[in-house]
């Protein structure tokens, strides 16, 4: 297995101190400038193989999204470099990055807010076609928009009608194929579910997989779905306060956890037959992403924070099963 | 598989609006004016711009239901002897072209400018101070700055000539920070929406997404101050045209008419300023109702006080 995609230390952060005027405080009787900065994403490195699924998990603003709009580049990293097939794409200009934009395609959270409310599913699905293969007939690209739509089980008669004649899991549908119109091979899908109801969650999710299976197509998926995930993704990366904590094979992670914040995320779900009684609780509230705490940044919520754990940043450390966990104490031995 | 007109005929759209009364009035009485305005030179009875045809003799004539009114000249005639109710029809179009036009290039420069400086955000500071400093300005201050520098360069004769493209650049020029303000609201608002940021992901142009994706979805607002605007700018003209630095009495608007009759109204020709007067405001408030209509529609949260 090749690694399709690298992520490699990459830093991205958010400065919201607004204009020159705003960012002035007075303090100690002086006036200084003050930035106000969220750190969304900090020294991420990822590597997605061809062909896999690599879940990104983690709760609410630890940064998932982030990370996908950072590697589909709606965002340019602060730091740190993104390779997709060993070619760096962080730093190309719009026009450079092109060719990569039918190679990479997003699918994004809310079904109602990414397709264009005054464009038809036919123009929202030619739109990209059309811009990236200028040289098709006219014929070609509907015989191509009809393809996908019956792949993704939207009927193609329906292509002339605006968005909001659908409901939520066909825009999901539609959403899914216009990213597949460009015949992407890797698909960054942010929480593709997470807006749809429960019974239309399992439709999608099997259109995913098809998809993939015919297209050889490698996701990046985000949820905060622990069973969604389970069930979906061959890897996965447990995400907290913008920090990876645990990268794991999906069955290692979820029979032998050894992060401390993944143990207690998984001790949350219900199981059946399961023991009562084992739920790890943390105590203390996820820290703002703009003051970020000293040394691990789940020190202030782990049971088994030490001195160490709130002066050294915990660093990567590949185990012998090949799990890669950052937390000094695995390697310490003491977990 | 339908039809763009069979969409229009079945949607929400035309069913509100034909069970509306007030619009559907509005709307009828806006057609019937248009309509006679522009169909002006072939309805109107008089031609008001061949002086050929204008006869002193006949001037402030009474309207013909009067006792000593001439059935010639059904609304009357002016202080100069041209019959009213064509006046008052080449007028209306003429105020008409006016509110239009001055809507366009309003509603150009601020769909522009809003654009700009909602998407790009080097300029955003930039451009909306100079809004500011444009809204500061009022539009009569613009209208005789330049209404004064125009009439010394073309003289009065010239001036009447390029009178109604000054106008409308006049009251363009003052009130488009309006419309960049709706704009670039609006644009704020949709350039977070997740469809931008997928059209993105596809690689188009910042130019395409603001023109072709964004743009489409600001234009409701645009539409709801559009209307209110014409019948706006109808009034500033009028009011330019009261205060002398409007349209020149020989190509009246409906506001020189309202002016050149206001002198002759304690003569006891009243007809010459009250008959114009009543197809302004009727203008006016039909526009209103109507951009009323426009904006409970667009808005059905707003709630109707
Ligand atoms: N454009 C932005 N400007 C400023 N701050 C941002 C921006 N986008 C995200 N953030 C902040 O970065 C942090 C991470 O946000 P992100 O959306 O990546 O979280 P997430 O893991 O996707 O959460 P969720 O599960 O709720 O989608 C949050 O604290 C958020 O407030
Ligand atoms: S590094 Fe320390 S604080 Fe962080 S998870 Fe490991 S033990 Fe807990
Ligand atoms: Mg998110």
Redesign the pocket.
Same mark, same amino acid.
């Given at each position: 297995m090749t690694a399709i995609l690298e992520i490699r230390d990459v830093d991205k952060h958010? /400065?919201?101190s607004g204009s020159f005027i705003d960012q002035l405080r007075i303090s100690h009787g002086k006036l200084n400038r003050k930035k106000t900065v969220?750190?969304?994403?900090n020294n991420i490195t990822l590597d997605v193989q061809a062909g896999e699924t690599l879940a990104v998990v #983690? =709760? !609410? #603003?630890? #940064?998932? !999204? *982030?990370?996908?709009?950072t590697v589909m580049r709606l965002?340019r990293p602060n730091k740190g470099e993104i390779l997709y097939k060993g070619e760096r794409i962080d730093n190309l200009s719009s026009a450079k990055m092109r060719p990569y934009r039918t190679r990479m395609q997003m699918v994004f959270?809310d079904p109602y807010a990414s397709l264009n409310p005054r464009m038809t599913v036919r123009q929202i699905l030619e739109e990209p076609v059309r811009f990236h293969n200028p040289g098709l007939s006219r014929a070609e690209v509907h015989d191509k928009v009809a393809e996908v739509m019956t792949q993704v089980g939207v009927d193609p008669a329906w292509a002339t009608n605006y968005p909001h004649e659908f409901s939520g899991g066909q825009r999901q549908r539609i959403s899914i194929a216009r990213a597949l119109v460009v015949d992407p091979e890797f698909i960054a899908a /942010? =929480?593709p579910i997470?807006a749809l109801d429960v019974s239309i969650q399992a439709q999608i999710l099997n259109l995913l997989m098809d998809a993939q299976e015919e297209r050889g197509l490698t996701y990046l998926f985000?949820s905060?779905d622990l069973s969604v995930v389970e069930h979906i993704s061959n890897r996965v990366a447990v995400?907290y306060l #913008?920090c990876v904590c645990e990268l794991a094979t999906a069955k290692e992670l979820f029979s032998n956890p050894k992060h401390p914040y993944t143990q207690a995320l998984l001790s949350a779900i219900p199981k059946l037959g399961g023991e009562a009684g084992n739920h790890i609780r943390l105590s203390g509230d996820v820290p *703002?992403?703009?003051n970020l705490p000293t040394g691990c940044v789940f020190h202030g919520r782990c049971p088994h924070a030490d001195e160490r754990c709130m002066r050294e940043i915990p660093m990567q450390r590949t185990l012998d099963n090949g799990t890669i966990v950052a937390c000094h104490g695995v390697e310490e031995g003491r977990i | 598989m339908r039809s763009r007109w069979q969409r229009f005929k079945d949607s929400y759209m035309l069913h509100s609006f034909l069970n509306d009364r007030v619009a559907l009035t509005c709307f009828i009485i806006l057609a019937v004016l248009m309509f006679s305005a522009f169909a002006a030179p072939i309805i109107a009875p008089h031609d008001p711009y061949n002086s050929s045809t204008i006869d002193i003799m006949d001037a402030q004539a009474p309207p013909s239901w009067s006792h000593d009114g001439d059935s010639e000249f059904l609304l009357g005639t002016d202080a100069q002897g041209r019959d009213m109710l064509s006046t008052m029809l080449y007028g209306m179009r003429v105020s008409i072209i006016i509110g239009i036009g001055a809507v366009c290039l309003q509603a150009f420069l601020g769909i522009v400018v809003g654009l700009l400086s909602g998407y790009v955000k080097r300029l955003d500071n930039v451009l909306m101070r100079i809004a500011d400093v444009q809204l500061s300005f009022s539009t009569y201050m613009v209208a005789i700055f330049i209404g004064a520098i125009v009439q010394t360069a073309f003289g009065v004769a010239g001036y009447e000539k390029v009178a109604v493209p000054l106008i409308i650049v006049i009251i363009g020029l003052a009130e488009w920070p309006q419309y960049a303000r709706t704009v670039r609201a609006s644009v704020l608002a949709e350039r977070k929406k997740e469809y931008v940021e997928a059209a993105r992901v596809i690689g188009l142009s910042k130019t395409r997404i603001m023109w072709r994706h964004i743009l489409p979805n600001t234009l409701s607002p645009v539409l709801v101050i559009s209307t209110v605007q014409v019948a706006n700018a109808i009034m500033s003209e009028a009011a330019l045209s009261f205060l002398g630095l409007g349209m020149p009495v020989t190509k009246p608007s409906l506001g020189s008419l309202i002016t050149a009759g206001f002198e002759y109204i304690f003569s006891g020709s009243w007809w010459i300023t009250i008959f114009p007067g009543i197809l302004l405001v009727t203008l006016i408030l039909v526009i209103n109702l109507l951009g009323d209509w426009v904006r409970d529609f667009l808005n059905p949260k707003l709630y109707k006080g």
């Open positions: 958010f /400065d919201i969220v750190k969304a994403v #983690g =709760e !609410s #603003g630890c #940064g998932k !999204s *982030t990370l996908a709009r965002y959270q /942010d =929480e997470a985000i905060h995400m #913008g *703002t992403p703009i | -």
